[in-house]
Each structure stands twice: as C-alpha cells, then as structure tokens.
C-alpha cells in the first residue's frame, strides 16, 4: 500500500506509522460515531455535519488527525475552515476493533 504524502502542522512529512502499534489511546464515544460513519462512505470520506445538522467540532477532527484516525482529503476554497477528511485504515481498525466485529 502506498503512503499519503500528507504534511503535518510542522510542515515535514506526516508520521505514517499506526499509532494503536505504539498503545495508542482508543477513540472517545464522540470520535467513534464520527468515525464509524466513514466506513459506510465512498473512499471513507468523514461527514461535515452530525445526524442532527450540527458541525462536527473541530476539536473532535483534530483529535482523530493527530491520532492518525482521520486524515485531510482536500481543502474547500469556498469554506477554507471546514476540515474535509477521511478515514485511514488506522481509524478503521480503531472502529472495528471498538466494535467488537
């Protein structure tokens, strides 16, 4: 499998190794709904708006990116501060791995 090149805050390379190896800490409730969406959608792409309407916060997508759960899948030049993300297969793992399957 080919690795993303995807930059981190401190603009190198993102760290591709799967942070659950290292004894990660597993998703909250929140961060597992959010999630748990991605799996059912085309290429894992991670919804914008709950199941009421609401933004998903921030702080719950910056949580699964620097976990490595989620990550950038493009920007949107209309609405530059909404965080268009995916599933990767670490957050994958983490869902199906809380869910028990």
Do not use: Y
Request: positive net charge.
């Amino acid at each position: 499998m080919s690795q993303r090149n995807v930059r981190s805050s401190s603009g190198g390379p993102a760290d591709t190794t799967a942070p659950e190896a290292a004894g990660a800490k597993k998703p909250s409730a929140a961060q597992l709904k959010w999630l748990a969406r991605g799996l059912a959608q085309a290429g894992g792409k991670l919804p914008l708006f709950d199941d009421e309407g609401r933004s998903i916060p921030p702080a719950t997508i910056r949580a699964c990116m620097a976990a490595g759960w989620a990550e950038p899948w493009f920007s949107n030049p209309i609405k530059p501060d909404w965080l268009v993300c995916r599933l990767t297969d670490a957050g994958r793992k983490a869902v199906i791995a809380a869910s028990g399957k």
